[in-house]
Structure formats: C-alpha cells, structure tokens
Nanobody
Framework: QVQLVESGGGLVQAGGSLRLSCAASGSIVSTTTMGWYRQAPGSRGERDLVAYIAQGGTTVYVGSAKGRFTISRDNAKNTVFLQMNSLKPEDTAVYYC?????????WGQGTQVTVSS
C-alpha cells in the first residue's frame, strides 16, 4: 500500500521561500508521474494540480507556479520536492503530493503553507 507523507510547510512572509518534501513508501516516485496539488481555503475540498514531474524527468507547471516553483525528485530516497520561491499570499493552502492522474487512495495528510502579506 502506497503511503505519501508531506512535510516542510510553515508560515512565511510574502516573497519568502519554502521547500516541501513528499516521502513515499515503495518505489512509486521512480515509476510514476508525481505531482503536487494544493487545496486553498474556501475551495470546498477542491485540490488543484500545481506541478508534476514525469518518469522521464519532464516537468510541467500550472498557472502561477510557472517561474516560481521547481519540482524535483530523488528516486533513491523515494522523495519528491517542491521548491517554492517568491511566495504570495494566494499560495496559502494545504499542499499534497499524489500521482498524476491522481489516485484517491494515495492522499496523505498534506502540509500547510501560510503566506502572510
């Protein structure tokens, strides 16, 4: 059974940076396209894809993540990262990692990111 554990969130001022980590059980990171999603306050449970990294290493960023976020992975450590720079208050959300397309059984507890203005 795959388990994903996110960490690295916190409270940061606008313009600051955070690096999120997603530790996976098993070898899913090296065999599956992995992505970061976020659920913003008031989103009624909707989780939007922020970025993903394909098995071959291709990375894709969605919307405002372009130019500010960097997704990467360490296959040996079964970990996916999300480096977030130039953070904005609208980046405030709970961040989750999951496969792309997502698999509902993979959701972890997420990590809270709060950006103050």
């Amino acid at each position: 059974q795959v388990q994903l554990v996110e960490s690295g969130g916190g409270l940061v001022q606008a313009g600051g940076s955070l690096r999120l980590s997603c530790a996976a059980s098993g070898s899913i990171v090296s065999t599956t396209t992995m992505g970061w999603y976020r659920q913003a306050p008031g989103s009624r449970g909707e989780r939007d894809l922020v970025a993903y990294i394909a098995q071959g290493g291709t990375t894709v960023y969605v919307g405002s993540a372009k130019g500010r976020f960097t997704i990467s992975r360490d296959n040996a450590k079964n970990t996916v990262f999300l480096q977030m720079n130039s953070l904005k208050p609208e980046d405030t959300a709970v961040y989750y990692c999951n496969a792309v397309p997502l698999r509902s059984q993979y959701w972890g507890q997420g990590t809270q990111v709060t950006v103050s203005s």
